[in-house]
């Protein structure tokens, strides 16, 4: 399903994500398919309810060893939940989940030595050094001396933090401490490594930075990566991404390939009484219409030609018109009704 978007057609006829009630057990003994044969991860109706709040609605995944996959979704959207109990952090209210070969509810012990974990909150020591902080979390696994003294030099060069391996994590920068963590959750060499908002707070030199060592992390040491993300341009670095919504998935496939789905340019404009062209869009050119705070936004399929005849058309006076190729927020916003900037803002 790597080349294809997977959705199914709600009501309205908004595609949405396809989701089942099947349990874990018949899909997993249906090695005829390969997909579920080559998977990494697993997961088959997941649910997490806290009282009052249905947090995860039956997710349904299949990732596969080696591949990048990434949960795109604003924040409340259920992300870190499943995550959560992917990692075995969390007990599935209903479903069931493998990692790696192990139960996340039978056998959470075999799912913790089999994974890393790269938390949305930075937890690394600031008083101890670099390498202190990976030797540390080695003796928590029981890596013997020797290993861990080889993979401790071995992660920090991975990462670009050999020459800073004395220095106090305090004096480090919000992206090498992210980098470091990254060194931290590989130290055991998981088969699987989770990370929750990976670059979350940090500035865009840094978030570029941290991408270019995952992409060289994956690279080397054959590692499934496993992210969440509520940025657009990170979900691009995905081989996969699953855009989720109020706990249900509402469309998963390659970025490219749910892009295509929506097929039609974006034109965002601005205008003098955004009232009155609201009403124009509606009225005389027959277009869906979304306000955001890009302005008024519309999709046609061929955004270069549609702007003349909408400057000629509108009625009233144009201040700004931007036409753009279909994003992931296109996407989010044709299964959704609201475009991703717009569901962080009312979170």
Sequence with gaps: MSGEARYSANAAGLPVGRTTAAGLTAPCA???????????ILARDLR????????????DLTVRAGETFGFLGPNGAGKSTTIAMLCTLARPTAGRASVAGADVTTDPAAVRRRIGLVFQDLTVDGDLTAAENLRFHADLYGLPRRAARRRVTEMLALVGLHDRRDSAVR?????????????????????VLFLDEPTLGLDPHSRAQVWEHLHRVRTRQSVTLFLTTH???????????????????VAEGTPAALKAVVGADRVAVRTA?????????????????HA????????????????PRLCEGLGVPVLSVAVTRPSLDDVFLRCTGRTLHSAEDTR
Excluded: N, W
Aim: hydrophobic letters at 40%; charged letters at 30%; proline letters at 4%.
């Design 30 to 40: 249906a090695q005829d398919d390969p997909a579920v044969a080559a998977a990494t």
């Design 48 to 59: 997490k309810t806290y009282p009052g709040v249905e947090a995860v609605r039956g997710v």
């Design 171 to 191: 004096t480090f920068s919000g992206g090498m401490k992210r980098r470091l963590e990254i060194a931290r959750g590989l130290l055991h060499a998981p088969q």
């Design 231 to 249: 940025y657009l341009e990170e979900a691009e670095h995905c081989d996969r991404i699953a855009v989720i919504d109020g706990g249900r998935i």
């Design 273 to 289: 009484d955004d009232t009155a062209a609201l009403r124009a869009l509606r009225e005389r050119f027959g277009l869906r219409v």
């Design 292 to 307: 955001d705070r890009e302005g008024l936004l519309v999709h046609v399929p061929d955004g270069a030609s549609f702007v």
